[in-house]
């Protein structure tokens, strides 16, 4: 009917692949520095990373984008992220969706073992941004901040070992790099969007940032801490399987650039404009991160 054919061969490894390429273009359409990163990444892990990361995609346009735009209120948005996070948590047992994403999201969690309490914490962190406006202090920060990017580094770690075990000790150092690298690409997205945050949604992540930015000595001390997470990263990035080295260190290499321009400008000027990586420059560290691990694999 209508030019369908009703009887297609293999239809559901033919439906799994195209939610997977429909998780790939949500990804693509909203960051280019991760399309670029993850291309670094062997085919499944890349798979499996966009997949994880469109259902985060999709939660934060919940939150801070799309739903509000089309007219929800905050209890209706609350409400719809409630449901999606339980649409999430019940995508691994369900074999088929209707939601492309849901289920491309469902294929990579059953391979890769995604826990459910890191799912559960990250959604928390997005409910605390429809009613909490500033972080009176640094613990208050830090539990945020577990929720809404140091789980997505745990979640990521499972995918990039779920064919490559290793041994306890070996990943409790890889979970503790995870954790600190996805707390150091928080911090730089808070710096890069400091006056964004103030003006459009009236939150303040870092507790001595005020209407009119940040001073000096703050920003400094938020650099050290950001340049500190990606060190101790960066420390354990060589125990990774070659198939999430690669990509990992790209990405690693390009929020460093970014913390190192954040570094370079004046306290107001965080405050008043978003800094990024031109094109040219993020395909330079690219190819740079990709020799490197190379040489390091020989």
Request: one cysteine or more; hydrophobic letters at 40%; aromatic letters at 8%.
């Amino acid at each position: 009917m209508f030019g369908i054919s009703r009887f297609p061969t293999q239809p559901l490894p033919r439906y799994d692949q195209s939610a997977q390429r429909a998780a790939a273009q949500i990804i693509a359409a909203y960051s280019t520095s991760f399309s670029f990163a993850s291309e670094l990444l062997a085919p499944r892990t890349r798979t499996d990373i966009r997949n994880l990361y469109a259902v985060v995609r999709i939660a934060d346009e919940i939150v801070d984008g799309a739903a509000t735009a089309a007219g929800l209120n905050t209890t209706e948005v609350e409400q719809t992220l409630n449901a999606y996070e339980e649409a999430v948590l019940r995508a691994p047992s369900q074999r088929f969706h209707t939601d492309p994403v849901l289920h491309a999201y469902g294929i990579s969690a059953r391979r890769c073992g995604f826990r459910d309490e890191h799912i559960r914490a990250f959604f928390a962190s997005m409910r605390r941004d429809l009613h909490q406006c500033d972080y009176a202090d640094e613990e208050d920060l830090e539990a945020y901040i577990y929720g809404s990017a140091e789980v997505i580094g745990l979640l990521c770690l499972s995918a990039f070992l779920v064919d490559h075990p290793v041994s306890g000790p070996e990943l409790s150092q890889l979970e503790t790099g995870a954790r600190r690298l996805g707390a150091a690409f928080q911090k730089v997205n808070f710096l890069r969007d400091l006056g964004a945050d103030t003006a459009q949604l009236g939150r303040s992540y870092f507790p001595r940032a005020g209407h009119g930015g940040l001073s000096t000595q703050d920003k400094d001390l938020l650099i050290a801490d950001i340049r500190s997470d990606l060190a101790t990263a960066r420390a354990v990035t060589g125990k990774l399987p070659f198939s999430a080295r690669v990509g990992v260190t790209a990405a690693t290499d390009l929020f460093e650039a970014l913390t190192n321009d954040l570094a370079a400008l004046p306290a107001d000027a965080v405050f008043s404009q978003r800094t990024r990586v031109s094109t040219p420059r993020k395909l330079s560290l690219l190819t740079r991160a990709t020799l490197r691990s190379l040489r390091k694999s020989n």
